[in-house]
């Protein structure tokens, strides 16, 4: 047996005084052998970022700081090296891919120059050896098109391209370790799978040990050779990633994986004699390219194009698609935070499209939204009691008596009344989605729309939200329009699902008829692309309750 | 961060070609703001012209009130010969249609065409305002970025405390101490004027000789805009460091010399530039205290003195001026824009 690009033993991280806890690592042991992939899984705020800034020395010292262990890279120790030294090592040995390749890539230089940065630090090459170098980098990750890729700025390439730059990047000096940190998170289904292949394809040819930092069980069981569990800065258990994945011991992980949504659709609920509460009919939304009274137009896009829909009293209709798409202009549209170009909307039977501003005011209260940001969408500054009493107090209610009634949906919601006279920010994020979901339930809609309302969520937070949702839907025969970019979400919630691509419903049917047996290419692709789709969770309901 | 009103927008795929069709471009986006400049310039003309007429009192009242009266036939004589005695509306047409010939009309005060005298000055308040800024924008953003990489040291400290006092010290005060200092007690300085009258210097003598008169100037007024571009910098430059690709770069195995200089501060500089603009052009209309103090012939001082003397075409004339320079730098400033930040392209 060969001996582990990385050995760390027993490392603890200090936090600054006044933090939740005062380690954010407490003793991690963890070993990464040359062509073998560690996943390293954790909630947010496990510590699992944190572990990997320890390990290229780039923790925000000395606020944050190595109390104690040892990271051992090649027999080397890299905690005693000096910045000088490790600077040679970073980027060369061991590299580092990140979450957002969106911000991870500076704007203001092209694709090629930054790549071409990492050779010009660490090798003596010439700039032609470079530029060829980068080229064939380029095309190692699969980018079409290399030399006009050189040109351009990350602005002007897409997401999962950009990712593949960063991994093009990383690759640059062969190094011996490489350190991915949550690299497919920002992306779209289908391109995740792809960057995830690229990985295990490159790891296979590079013999490159890889330290993969997740939050998703769905990627673990694409990519995982071996699986580290943290939970708030404890390592929980450690296994081959079989084991763990299929006979999880330790509870925390049980619990994680338990709260996995299933690929099990609900069971089809009838909904043919329910009245139709929301109708939607030939909704079209193009978004005109900006430009000045002389200069001629770029072309539009057709974000949503002729789409139709209806909603049934106490159904849940799910509305998923890639980025693009033209989910949450649907959302926006329905609601009429966004004009739509032509069509009609109808609530109840009245055309919130052609409603006057007064009357659009008065229609308000039958269709009420659930943001994706919890924190974004709750304003800092008021009480929660507020926060929810607002929209009953605007249309006239009393505002003792909706203050009053604020605190039986706080109740409603599963918060304690106590609750009511905090800031949001004494709030986790599953509990702030909690107050976001009381504040529509406050105005007695009759539509619920929620726009991707748990991808914010840690996975077992996200599953007691959706829980919580369906409990209402059921309890106050609410219908829901349900958008959302993650399959497995709705597979547990909604009744019916259309699926958008470019602004078009590809297809649209019962989500377990279209779950078994999708019927458009694309679909299938959506479907195939699910992370862990040949790993079914292991049933532990009983325990993980 | 919003670039000027031409509305730079986002650049799209592909990225935009040789160097020949980015002069073109270049090119085709002036005359485009040129042509937008055009109604700008007239309205602001018109505009100003009326208000001016709604103010009591017009150049031939000023001109008798120096002259202490005369009789009401002289005053309508003098009225009829400027052409003050016809309507409003006719009043302003001949304006302008003067105006579109580039006639800026005579000065009834100074006794010669307003184009000559707003010519001069001009030059002594570009080069005045021309010279402060740079130095306060290159000492400010160099001073800015150095407190930011140390932040929170005792550079960092002298550095913001020194910046604050300059900002919070009024120019008239600061012009007095330098002249109180460098002209009165250490005699290095002249205390006043742009050049000295009674040398008559010529060639590079008469060049030294200027360049003396402007230092204590350039200086006030440097000191005093540079602790803008310091304490923008500095916040910049703080944000920029947090900012991903940053970490990036440090993991790639960059120092921090080569952090600032590729990554940190072009990015930095965005907000900065857009300052500069905006401060470009008011300034140039001339700082009346500065000019006044030092005895600047500039056109800060001219405006003054022409508001005091119902000086109409001159006022009209140094409207026209600002309004003209506004369009010009508002315009530089997007090209300066388009240049540093690759994501905005000239539409």
């Not at chain 1, 003596?124 to 351009?152: F, M, N, Q, T, W």
């Not at chain 1, 137009?297 to 949503?304: D, F, G």
């Not at chain 2, 150049?59 to 009130?65: K, N």
């Not at chain 2, 010279?131 to 400290?157: E, H, K, M, P, Q």
């Amino acid at each position: 047996m060969t001996d582990p690009v990385l050995d760390i033993r027993g490392l603890r991280i200090a936090l600054p005084k006044g933090a939740d806890r005062p380690f954010a690592l407490s003793g991690l042991d963890l070993s990464v052998n040359p062509g073998e992939i560690v996943c390293l899984v954790g909630e947010s705020g496990s510590g699992k970022s944190l572990t990997a800034g320890a390990i290229m020395r780039l923790l925000p010292e000395p606020h944050v700081r190595v109390a104690d262990g040892s990271i051992r890279f090649e027999g080397q120790d890299l905690l005693a090296l000096s910045e000088r030294e490790m600077k040679q090592i970073r980027g060369d040995r061991i590299a580092q891919i990140f979450q957002e390749p969106m911000t991870a890539l500076n704007p203001q230089k092209t694709v090629g120059w930054q790549i071409d940065e990492v050779l010009r630090l660490h090798t003596g090459l010439g700039r032609k050896a470079r530029r060829a170098r980068v080229l064939e980098l380029l095309d190692l990750v699969h980018i079409p098109d290399p030399r006009s890729v050189y040109h351009a700025y990350p602005h002007q390439v897409s997401g999962g391209q950009r990712q593949r730059v960063m991994i093009a990047m990383a690759l640059a000096c062969e190094p011996k370790l490489i350190i991915a940190d949550e690299p497919t998170t920002a992306l779209d289904v289908t391109t995740q799978l792809q960057i995830l292949k690229l990985i295990r394809e490159l790891q296979e040819k590079e013999g490159a040990g890889i330290l993969f930092i997740t939050h998703d069980f769905g990627v673990v069981a694409e990519i995982a050779d071996r699986v580290v569990v943290l939970s708030k800065g404890e390592m929980v258990e450690q296994g081959t990633a079989a084991e763990v994945l299929n006979r999880p011991k330790h509870p925390y992980t049980r619990a994680l994986i338990g709260a996995i949504p299933a690929l099990v659709p609900p069971r089809p609920r009838d909904f043919r004699d329910a009245p139709v509460v929301l109708r939607a009919e030939g909704l079209v939304k193009t978004f005109a390219a900006r430009g000045s009274l002389i200069s001629g137009k770029r072309a539009p896009v057709t974000a949503v194009d002729n789409l139709s829909f209806t909603l049934r009293r106490g159904e849940t209709l799910g509305v998923v698609g890639e980025s693009g798409s033209g989910k949450t202009t649907v959302s926006r549209i329905v609601t009429r935070l966004l004009e739509s170009d032509c069509g009609a909307v109808e609530v109840d039977g009245t055309d919130l499209l052609a409603c006057s501003p007064r009357e659009l005011r008065e229609m308000r209260r039958h269709i009420q939204m659930v943001f994706q940001d919890p924190m974004a969408s709750l304003n800092p500054r008021k009480r929660v009691e507020d926060l929810i009493a607002q929209g009953p107090i605007v249309h006239g209610a009393d505002p003792k008596a909706a203050r009053a009634r604020a605190r039986e949906l706080l109740e409603l919601v599963e918060l304690s009344p106590a609750a009511a006279t905090r800031y949001p920010h004494e709030f986790s994020g599953g509990q702030r989605q909690r107050i976001g979901i009381a504040r529509a339930l406050a105005m007695e809609p009759k539509v619920i729309v929620a726009d991707e309302p748990v991808s914010a969520l840690d996975v077992s937070v996200q599953a007691q939200v959706l829980k919580l949702l369906a409990d209402l839907r059921d309890r106050l025969d609410l219908s829901v329009l349900f958008v959302t970019h993650d399959l497995r979400v709705a597979a547990q919630l909604c009744d019916r699902v259309i699926v958008m691509q470019k602004g078009r419903i590809v297809e649209t049917g019962v989500t377990a008829e279209l779950f078994a047996a999708p019927s458009h290419p694309y679909t299938q692709q959506l479907l195939a692309s699910i992370p862990g789709r040949g790993w079914t969770p292991p049933d532990l309901a009983t325990d993980a309750a | 961060m919003t670039p000027g009103p031409g509305g730079a927008t986002v650049r799209a795929w592909p990225p935009s070609g040789t160097p020949d069709m980015q002069l073109t471009q270049v090119l085709s986006y002036a005359l485009r703001r040129l042509l937008q400049a055009v109604p700008v310039v007239i309205l602001i003309m018109v505009g100003t012209f009326l208000l001016l007429k709604l103010a009591p009192g017009d150049t031939v009242d000023a001109l008798v009130g120096d002259m202490g009266g005369a009789d009401a036939a002289y005053i309508a004589r003098l009225r009829a010969e400027y052409g003050l005695d016809q309507p409003v509306w006719v009043q302003l047409g001949r304006y302008m249609a003067k105006l579109i010939q580039f006639d800026f009309g005579w000065s009834f005060v100074y006794e010669q065409p307003v184009a000559a005298i707003l010519w001069e000055r001009l030059g002594t308040t570009l080069m005045l305002m021309g010279t402060s800024l740079s130095l306060a924008f290159s000492i400010g953003v160099g001073l800015g970025a150095i407190a930011a990489r140390r932040a929170y040291s005792l550079t960092d400290n002298a550095i913001s405390t020194l910046g604050l006092i300059f900002y919070a010290t009024p120019s008239f005060f600061l012009s007095l101490m330098m002249i109180l200092l460098f002209s009165v007690k250490l005699g290095w300085l002249p205390v006043s004027g742009l050049s000295d009258v009674a040398a008559f210097y010529t060639g590079w003598d008469h060049v030294l000789d200027v360049a003396l008169h402007l230092i204590m100037p350039t200086a006030a007024l440097s000191l005093i805009y540079l602790s803008f571009y310091l304490r923008l910098m500095r916040a910049s430059v703080l944000e920029v460091a947090d900012l991903d690709f940053v970490r990036t770069a440090r993991a790639k195995g960059a120092g921090e010399t080569r952090l600032m200089i590729h990554h940190i501060m072009r990015n930095a500089l965005l907000p900065v530039v857009t300052l500069l603009g905006l401060q470009f052009s008011t300034v140039l209309g001339g700082s009346v205290v500065v000019e006044t103090i030092f005895a600047l012939p500039g056109l800060g001082q001219l405006a003054y003195q022409s508001v005091i003397q119902r000086d109409m075409n001159m006022l009209m004339g140094i409207i026209f001026l600002c309004a003209i320079i506004v369009v010009i730098v508002n315009f530089l400033t997007d090209l300066l824009y388009a240049r540093l930040d690759s994501r905005i392209a000239l539409k």
